[in-house]
């Protein structure tokens, strides 16, 4: 089928853009578009021309399937397509519903007239992946709903309705029943009309005190942008528009746009955009498996994880049963859904209605007669085997036959779960990050045995609550703890050695981390770590940890929820202030242990602790713990607070050379005699080879 199809209705040639899902501008399509223009042109019974898409997007712009091809950028690229609809003899009326983003928007600029269905979606999202509009967006959209609303649009990069634009350059008609015919019968009032065609380039923008409004935006920008270089050069293009004629602003907007494409900024937006879309993908489950019907979930324990977890399901609209074992565990926790949200209607987030909705699917039980029905039940108990072992015998017990059953367990061994069941195949784990109703990450844990349609069906409900889901396969922590447990031994061991908490914290936040390992530490309860470290040391004696946080834990420094940690904390903040008395502590453990403090400088705090992430990564990558280096960066990147501007922690040792970073872990075996900080075996070879994670 090809992308395009061009129809006569009478007069008027209708080019219609035939390119699913939403009819990305790809080298099929682009060249059919001007083989349209150019046979209505040489039809001496066509007046006008009509370019019109689907119900679902008169196009979302450019055809990521093409990212990175020959054919991105063959000829007739988009700003040739423009060029010549622009140049039509004839007049060319674009026919906008659904979504009109991006290349998109910017060929419907390029055309004469511009209709338009209600409920349209118009943006510029470009931003989004750390460049600016390249096809003259930048340029022309000023000239059509002026120069300040263009500028919030391009720099925010958020959709808008079409309607908002009625009354505005960028619309001439608003059609209220079915697009094509009301397209046409504008058509018919153009011709009849014989109205000149209205090339927007020729619009002259008239506005006063530009100099000034734009210094105002570059600072305003500026401070929000911060790491991105992008929504500056938005600015800059925009005062371009207004400025200069408009051939010299298009120079110059396809001048930023080329130097942005470059920068590891947008290479690490691009990355997180396209590596989203990747880590849905599971190479042996195809995407036609067919999924199992989910319109009953049940969740175990309605702590701070299962009430989170419920909020997800309640969010999006589907009924919940939420288990507890005494009433009063459970009425607190239903209180804290209730509560959280009530601050969201508070804030203007949430009306009464939805809140009301939302709370009327909720069933709080003490019983587990009452999740017999469910097609998911997920359990949120206490991290402990046992405790496992007797929920999964008993859901083997009640649950009907073909009900998902999944472990929101953040290091257990899932396949040893899934054996306490008669269905190991119906086993999954599903791990949440705290807390659940607002972190992105969902890790899918696929035991040894977990059917093929389980992680199929998984993966949509995922979709459905909003989640980045991530396949790991199973280990000790999966994939995001498995390698943050090796971040936090290094963070302990730089303190052993000279640092400070809050200078690890303070160097890492600078660096872009959203909080440091100890302030971290302290906010999800230095317990939870302490019980871990009590695992390790008799299941894998020969992984060395500092004794430090131990210390702090038998003091009953727990973190915030104690009111002390590594840091300090008023009655009702969370600011952590730095606390002399850890230091106290720190000094003595060091003399006890015979241990001279050296200067650290922030550098060796950041490489140390990012190349533990990095050479972790890559064993998990090694082993197929992780299908793809990309899927390692969306669980740092949705789940740990890391950098989106450095992409993730495998995209950024791309960035900095595999070569270099191996050459620092050694470095750090030699200093250290840790086995850790042996290379690697992956690193090593991808670096000894000249290649990259990604």
Same mark, same amino acid.
């Given at each position: 089928?090809?992308?395009?199809?061009?129809?006569?209705?009478?007069?008027?040639?209708?080019?219609?853009?035939?390119?699913?899902?939403?009819?990305?501008?790809?080298?099929?399509?682009?060249?059919?578009?001007?083989?349209?223009?150019?046979?209505?042109?040489?039809?001496?019974?066509?007046?006008?021309?009509?370019?019109?898409?689907?119900?679902?997007?008169?196009? +979302? +712009?450019?055809?990521?399937?093409?990212?990175?091809?020959?054919?991105?950028?063959?000829?007739?690229?988009?700003?040739?397509?423009?060029?010549?609809?622009?140049?039509?003899?004839? $007049?060319?009326?674009?026919?906008?519903?659904?979504?009109?983003?991006?290349?998109?928007?910017?060929?419907?600029?390029?055309?004469?007239?511009?209709?338009?269905?209600?409920?349209?979606?118009?943006?510029? $999202?470009?931003?989004?992946?750390?460049?600016?509009?390249?096809?003259?967006?930048?340029?022309?959209?000023?000239?059509?709903?002026?120069?300040?609303?263009?500028?919030?649009?391009?720099?925010?990069?958020?959709?808008?309705?079409?309607?908002?634009?009625?009354?505005?350059?960028?619309?001439?008609?608003?059609?209220?029943?079915?697009?094509?015919?009301?397209?046409?019968?504008?058509?018919?009032?153009?011709?009849?009309?014989?109205?000149?065609?209205?090339?927007?380039?020729?619009?002259?923008?008239?506005?006063?005190?530009?100099?000034?409004?734009?210094?105002?935006?570059?600072?305003?920008?500026?401070?929000?942008?911060?790491?991105?270089?992008?929504?500056?050069?938005?600015?800059?293009?925009?005062?371009?528009?207004?400025?200069?004629?408009?051939?010299?602003?298009?120079?110059?907007?396809?001048?930023? /746009?080329?130097?942005?494409?470059?920068?590891?900024?947008?290479?690490?937006?691009?990355?997180?955009?396209?590596?989203?879309?990747?880590?849905?993908?599971?190479?042996?489950?195809?995407?036609?498996?067919?999924?199992?019907?989910?319109?009953?979930?049940?969740?175990?324990?309605?702590?701070?994880?299962?009430?989170?977890?419920?909020?997800?399901?309640?969010?999006?609209?589907?009924?919940?049963?939420?288990?507890?074992?005494?009433?009063?565990?459970?009425?607190?926790?239903?209180?804290?859904?209730?509560?959280?949200?009530?601050?969201?209607?508070?804030?203007?987030?949430?009306?009464?209605?939805?809140?009301?909705?939302?709370?009327?699917?909720?069933?709080?039980?003490?019983?587990?007669?009452?999740?017999?029905?469910?097609?998911?039940?997920?359990?949120?108990?206490?991290?402990?085997?046992?405790?496992?072992?007797?929920?999964?015998?008993?859901?083997?017990?009640?649950?009907?036959?073909?009900?998902?059953?999944?472990?929101?367990?953040?290091?257990?061994?899932?396949?040893?779960?899934?054996?306490?069941?008669?269905?190991?195949?119906?086993?999954?784990?599903?791990?949440?990050?705290?807390?659940?109703?607002?972190?992105?990450?969902?890790?899918?844990?696929?035991?040894?045995?977990?059917?093929?349609?389980?992680?199929?069906?998984?993966?949509?409900?995922?979709?459905?609550?909003?989640?980045?889901?991530?396949?790991?396969?199973?280990?000790?922590?999966?994939?995001?703890?498995?390698?943050?447990?090796?971040?936090?031994?290094?963070?302990?061991?730089?303190?052993?050695?000279?640092?400070?908490?809050?200078?690890?914290?303070?160097?890492?936040?600078?660096?872009?981390?959203?909080?440091?390992?100890?302030?971290?530490?302290?906010?999800?309860?230095?317990?939870?770590?302490?019980?871990?470290?009590?695992?390790?040391?008799?299941?894998?004696?020969?992984?060395?940890?500092?004794?430090?946080?131990?210390?702090?834990?038998?003091?009953?420094?727990?973190?915030?929820?104690?009111?002390?940690?590594?840091?300090?904390?008023?009655? +009702?903040?969370?600011?952590?202030?730095?606390?002399?008395?850890?230091?106290?502590?720190?000094?003595?453990?060091?003399?006890?242990?015979?241990?001279?403090?050296?200067?650290?400088?922030?550098?060796?705090?950041?490489?140390?602790?990012?190349?533990?992430?990095?050479?972790?990564?890559?064993?998990?990558?090694?082993?197929?713990?992780?299908?793809?280096?990309?899927?390692?960066?969306?669980?740092?990147?949705? +789940?740990?607070? /890391?950098?989106?501007?450095?992409?993730? $922690?495998?995209?950024?040792?791309?960035?900095?050379?595999?070569?270099?970073?191996?050459?620092?872990?050694?470095?750090?075996?030699?200093?250290?005699?840790?086995?850790?900080?042996?290379?690697?075996?992956?690193?090593?070879?991808?670096?000894?080879?000249?290649?990259?994670?990604?």
């Amino acid at each position: 089928m090809s992308s395009s199809q061009y129809q006569l209705h009478g007069n008027v040639a209708v080019i219609t853009l035939n390119n699913p899902p939403v009819n990305g501008l790809g080298h099929e399509l682009r060249s059919g578009i001007v083989a349209g223009i150019d046979q209505a042109a040489a039809d001496a019974n066509v007046k006008a021309v009509v370019l019109i898409g689907s119900a679902r997007a008169f196009s +979302g +712009g450019a055809d990521i399937r093409e990212f990175n091809t020959p054919k991105a950028l063959a000829e007739p690229n988009l700003n040739t397509v423009i060029r010549i609809v622009e140049a039509s003899p004839k $007049p060319v009326i674009a026919a906008i519903g659904g979504v009109c983003m991006g290349g998109g928007l910017e060929l419907a600029l390029g055309c004469h007239f511009r209709v338009a269905a209600p409920g349209a979606q118009i943006a510029l $999202p470009e931003v989004k992946l750390g460049i600016l509009p390249g096809a003259g967006g930048t340029q022309r959209l000023p000239r059509v709903i002026g120069v300040e609303r263009a500028l919030n649009m391009i720099v925010s990069g958020a959709a808008v309705s079409s309607e908002q634009f009625k009354g505005t350059a960028l619309f001439d008609e608003m059609v209220e029943g079915d697009l094509l015919q009301g397209a046409l019968a504008f058509a018919q009032k153009v011709i009849a009309e014989n109205r000149p065609a209205q090339r927007v380039r020729d619009l002259k923008i008239d506005y006063p005190n530009a100099e000034a409004f734009f210094q105002f935006a570059r600072n305003t920008v500026g401070a929000v942008a911060k790491n991105f270089p992008a929504p500056l050069k938005c600015v800059d293009a925009v005062a371009a528009a207004v400025a200069r004629p408009f051939e010299e602003g298009l120079r110059l907007e396809r001048e930023f /746009f080329t130097y942005l494409v470059q920068t590891p900024e947008s290479k690490a937006l691009r990355h997180a955009f396209f590596g989203e879309r990747a880590a849905a993908k599971i190479p042996d489950v195809p995407e036609d498996t067919p999924t199992r019907k989910i319109e009953k979930v049940g969740v175990i324990g309605a702590g701070t994880m299962g009430g989170g977890i419920t909020m997800n399901f309640l969010n999006a609209g589907l009924p919940v049963a939420l288990l507890e074992m005494k009433q009063e565990a459970l009425d607190r926790g239903v209180a804290t859904i209730r509560k959280n949200y009530e601050n969201s209607l508070k804030k203007g987030k949430l009306t009464r209605e939805q809140l009301d909705s939302r709370m009327a699917l909720l069933k709080p039980t003490l019983s587990y007669d009452d999740l017999k029905d469910a097609d998911l039940i997920i359990e949120a108990v206490f991290e402990e085997m046992g405790v496992k072992e007797s929920v999964f015998k008993k859901l083997d017990e009640i649950a009907k036959p073909g009900a998902i059953l999944a472990s929101n367990t953040s290091t257990l061994d899932v396949n040893k779960i899934a054996a306490f069941t008669q269905r190991p195949q119906d086993v999954v784990g599903m791990h949440f990050f705290s807390p659940a109703n607002v972190m992105k990450l969902l890790e899918v844990v696929r035991g040894a045995k977990t059917a093929k349609d389980v992680l199929a069906t998984v993966m949509q409900v995922a979709k459905k609550i909003k989640k980045t889901a991530v396949v790991s396969g199973v280990c000790d922590g999966f994939i995001g703890n498995r390698m943050i447990e090796h971040y936090g031994r290094m963070a302990g061991f730089l303190v052993e050695e000279g640092a400070t908490p809050w200078q690890v914290d303070r160097a890492l936040e600078k660096w872009g981390m959203a909080m440091g390992p100890f302030r971290m530490g302290d906010l999800a309860g230095n317990d939870i770590g302490w019980a871990i470290r009590k695992r390790r040391y008799v299941e894998k004696p020969e992984v060395k940890y500092s004794r430090i946080a131990d210390v702090l834990c038998e003091m009953g420094r727990f973190g915030q929820k104690t009111g002390a940690g590594w840091y300090l904390y008023e009655a +009702g903040s969370r600011d952590a202030i730095p606390d002399p008395k850890v230091e106290e502590l720190i000094a003595s453990y060091r003399k006890e242990k015979g241990i001279t403090p050296r200067k650290i400088s922030d550098s060796e705090i950041v490489e140390r602790c990012i190349y533990a992430l990095v050479n972790e990564g890559a064993r998990i990558l090694e082993e197929g713990i992780a299908q793809r280096a990309s899927d390692i960066d969306m669980v740092y990147l949705a +789940g740990y607070g /890391f950098p989106l501007h450095r992409g993730g $922690p495998m995209l950024y040792a791309d960035t900095v050379g595999l070569y270099n970073v191996a050459r620092a872990v050694k470095r750090f075996a030699a200093e250290s005699g840790d086995r850790f900080w042996e290379p690697a075996p992956l690193l090593a070879k991808l670096a000894a080879e000249g290649k990259t994670f990604n």
